[in-house]
């Protein structure tokens, strides 16, 4: 029974106006609001431009690599942590795989031409479950805070990188790896639907899957969650695992794009990944997100860069914005909560 003077939530959302319940509804709906609003704005001044099929075919093969690293930090952030190693990790899983590839598919035939370009991509996996391991081991094993973690195998990531390559670029792949950066499916690109075809998985395992209600539950509260019974650090390990492992897809499809491999390509990203999560909705502080949010944040951001691209404006400004957005976005929420007297949940 309710205690006398006590208002439940459903009560306050009953009482909220519709505006505040349909904004107080999550990232999707402020963002879906703040896209339609740029794509005026931006019609208005670029005409056909930022939304002809020339213009969304651009941005389409520009969001997946983003897309993915953001993914692989959104996980991170879910569980309350930090991963700044998905770009060095990408790197060096890229790197790998393009000396397999340069070294070992050129000269190869028949089947063994198919074969090195299948072990050259395994590599890159292995390399990115070995780095989600040390990362996973030493925070939820050795208790090291994830953002020194993550700092010392980013720069571990990144000394190999170099080291095997003393800064240089490593290009000239096959064309079915080509393919999939730069390629189309019924004038899809082919980068765009894997991107897609890991947020549907993502989506499931985070929010109807156990191991995506302790990553949750973990963000939440890791204390509390081990108390309850939950192996804590086999979940974290996890989290980091993954995450490196979604690096890896992030390097395949970079490696694939540029038809080449470097030690410092996407370093701009980095900052960007943790913009496009927290736009989305995801709580830094971990506990709670949605892939969807994130989806449309990676939207909105992308609009707003290639339209400040046409109208040939810096792109420090852009930045600017990206960081304008994400203060409004976040006070709104803040606002929006405590006037509602509602809470989200995971």
Known sequence: M???????????????????????????????????????????????????????????FQLPELGILSLAMMVALLSGGLNLSIIS????????????????????QGLMWGGWQAIA???????????????????AYLGVSPILATLGTMTMCKG??????????????PDPIVFLGNGM???VPVALLIFLALCVPMAVLLNKSPFGHKIY??????????????????????????????AWIAALVMMARFNSANASYGESYLLV????????????????????GLVMALIVLQVISSAFNLLNFSPFLTVAIWGVLIVMVTAIGVALQNFSGLRRSP
């Open 160 to 173: 190999l990188s170099i080291g095997m390559t003393r800064g240089n670029v490593i290009s000239g792949f």
């Open 217 to 246: 539950m973990i963000g939440s509260s890791e204390k509390a969650t081990r108390y309850s019974g939950v192996d804590t650090k086999r979940v974290l390990l996890g989290v980091y695992v993954l995450s490196s492992l979604l």
């Open 185 to 187: 499916l019924l004038g």
């Open 121 to 139: 991509v395994l590599a890159g996996a292995g390399v990115a479950l070995l780095v989600g391991l040390i990362n996973g081991f030493v925070i």
């Open 89 to 108: 990790t990408a790197n060096l899983c890229a790197l790998t795989m393009a000396w397999v590839m340069t070294t070992h598919v050129a000269g190869a």
């Open 273 to 292: 990944t943790i913009l496009a999560a927290v736009l989305g909705g995801v709580d830094p502080f971990g506990g709670f997100g949605k892939v969807g």
């Open 2 to 60: 309710q205690a006398p003077g006590v208002v439940s939530q459903a009560a306050v959302a009953r009482r909220a106006p519709l505006l505040l319940r349909f904004l107080h509804g999550g990232a999707v709906p402020m963002l879906s609001v703040v896209l339609l609003a740029l794509v005026i704005v931006f019609s208005l001044l670029l005409g056909e431009r930022i939304v002809g099929v020339t213009a969304l075919q651009s941005m389409a």
